[in-house]
């Protein structure tokens, strides 16, 4: 049997008319010439790949993607038919199933051609991936052309789209992702004038997005501005109007303690740090994502507005001072992230506090706990 909210009550909470409010954002920027392909990968950043797939197949998204089998599996078997466009992860071996699966594999060296050619009873679909200077995955960029020659010539392959990735935080990484972009370009034009006519390409993700830089390609693939998540440094760009689409993560109190306020008490674990004596406690630990403050700023949660310093993480509960609060009851509601009665811990907040990226909080807090979901 499941626990519910009773038995254990720690969840989190996602708003997806904002995830729908960011797509239709996006598509307002890039006009109805440009597609929009959504990186939903790793569980789509934590959000849920099935629910945030969903919403993005009502709103016609042209196409998903994700490195993961797992998810992608789950996609289709909660009925989305959008096309799947998988990032990597695979082995050759693995292209049939792909194939079963009606999933888009990316090819990026030989091995992973001939093994979709063979796999398949028909031109396949594939993307190419173009490394333009990440070094990560992908036909590095001076292979390229040849490559792709080559590959087109694959009986039962049919290349649908040529792609890159060229991720960055802050200016010096915006102009090198400038540059890698009009090298991708123009490996592009030469395709075209050699006659390969290949109908997606695409180069542009959140970081290029916010800072209003568009390319020649026909599409783009964000993931972190579809879930408000800003993808550069805060002195770079703004993420406004883009809002975040996992709003909270709440727990209800189960125990407020009166402990006497004497020195030997004060002695030992949690009590070391407190102000007042009255404690509370809610049922979210380590376990269930949360991480120690890093570097002195201590962490807090909101009650009733008001910031409650945390005295201690340990694996199943957190444990936080009530500073004295007389009215806080067994039951009540705790926010660990997001607003509160006119305050707010935004999820970069509590990444700063943790020493951390938004990308690491959001992937400790994945699968641990249920998921509240409205709107979409
Ligand atoms: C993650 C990823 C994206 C999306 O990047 P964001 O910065 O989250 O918008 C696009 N393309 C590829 C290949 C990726 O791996």
Redesign the pocket.
């Known amino acids: 049997m499941d626990q519910d909210f009773v038995t254990h009550p720690a969840w989190m909470e996602f708003d997806l008319d904002a995830l729908a409010a960011n797509f239709k954002e996006l598509e307002r920027r890039v006009g109805p010439d440009v597609k929009i392909i959504a990186?939903l990968?790793a569980n789509a950043y934590g959000h849920g790949s099935v629910e945030t797939a969903k919403v993005l197949f009502k709103h016609g998204v042209f196409a998903l993607?994700t490195g993961s089998f797992r998810d992608a599996m789950a996609i289709r078997e909660a009925g989305v038919t959008t096309p799947i466009l998988m990032?990597g992860g695979n082995l050759p071996e693995a292209a049939a199933r792909y194939l079963e699966y009606d999933l888009i594999p990316t090819v990026y060296n030989m091995e992973t051609a001939r093994a979709v050619s063979e796999a398949a009873t028909a031109p396949a679909p594939v993307y190419i991936?173009v490394d333009a200077g990440m070094g990560r995955l992908g036909i590095e960029l001076g292979e390229a052309e040849k490559f792709i020659r080559e590959v087109s010539t694959f009986n039962n392959i049919k290349i649908e789209g040529v792609?890159t990735?060229l991720?960055f935080k802050d200016s010096k990484g915006q102009e090198w992702s400038k540059r890698g972009i009009e090298r991708f370009n123009r490996l592009n034009d030469r395709l075209r004038d050699g006659g390969l006519d290949i109908p997606v390409t695409q180069a542009v993700?959140?970081?290029n997005l916010m800072v209003g830089h568009m390319d020649g390609s026909n599409a783009i693939?964000?993931?972190?501005?579809l879930y408000g998540l800003s993808?550069v440094n805060p002195d770079l760009a703004s993420i406004e109007p883009f809002r975040p689409v996992l709003t909270a993560i709440k727990a209800r109190l189960i125990h407020v303690g009166a402990f006497p306020d004497d020195l030997a008490l004060k002695e030992g674990g949690y009590h070391t740090m407190r102000q007042s004596d009255r404690t509370g406690v809610v049922p979210l630990g380590l376990y269930d994502g949360y991480r120690k403050a890093q570097g002195g700023t201590p962490s807090v949660v909101l009650i009733n507005g008001k910031r409650r310093p945390v005295l201690g993480i340990s694996l199943e509960h957190l444990t936080f001072d009530l500073l004295g609060d007389e009215t806080v009851q067994v039951g009540d509601t705790v926010t660990v992230l997001g607003a509160d009665s006119g305050d707010e811990i935004t999820i970069a907040e509590m990444a700063s506090w943790q020493g951390t990226g938004l990308n690491d909080l959001l992937m400790n807090f994945d699968g641990r706990l249920p998921g509240r979901y409205r709107g979409g």
């Open positions: 990186s990968k993607s990032f991936k792609y990735h991720s993700a959140s970081a693939c964000p993931g972190a501005l993808a």
